[in-house]
């Protein structure tokens, strides 16, 4: 379902948006893009970014707001997990935000990061390029390899061909 509130979203046409996820408000999701089944965007406090081939996963909830300027940025190629929450903070290119994990207002994901399963990023944390984050609260327990960060660029890749795979869906749509 995709809400006009607030603001008006726009969807690429190449990206997939399950019919389940819900988009309200002032929300971008960009080329390649997906959102999938029971996510929840809500742009109607503040603007939500989904940037090229991001992937917000099945019951994820992203917010934006409630003051002016508090806006989520989803960087190109992140991997927003199954049940995650973000709210209102930048996650870097290329992060994994684990399933589960929460990334609370102001907080600053930096590029290739992985945010671990059931983490919890405080308000206005900042944390580094290529960290592994786990725990609650959550803390930089090291750094990552080069080959642990190419792994997140795979990963979308993976989402982003299989949501070409449901866009073809869609449009051969079987039932009412």
């Known amino acids: 379902m995709i809400l006009d509130y607030f603001a008006t979203p726009r969807v690429s046409p190449s990206a997939f948006v399950a019919e389940t996820a819900v988009v309200i408000g002032d929300v971008r999701i960009e080329d390649e893009a997906s959102v999938w089944y029971g ?6 406090k503040g603007r939500i970014t989904v940037s090229r081939k991001a992937n917000v996963q099945d019951n994820a909830v992203v917010h934006a707001g409630p003051k002016p300027g508090e806006d989520t940025l989803i960087g190109e190629g992140v991997t927003v997990g199954h049940g995650a929450i973000v709210h209102s903070c930048t996650v870097g290119d290329f992060s994994l935000i684990g399933m589960g994990a929460i990334v609370l207002s102001n907080a600053v994901i930096g590029d290739h990061c992985v945010i671990g399963a059931g983490a919890v990023v405080k308000e206005g ?31 979308c890749e993976e989402y982003a061909e299989l949501s070409r795979q449901y866009l073809g869906l869609q449009q051969r749509r079987v039932g009412p």
């Open 39 to 44: 996510a929840v965007l809500r742009g109607d």
């Open 125 to 155: 944390d900042k944390i580094p390029a290529g960290s592994l984050v786990v725990g609650v609260p959550g803390k930089v327990i090291r750094q990552l390899s080069p080959e642990q960060m190419k792994g997140a660029e795979g990963n």
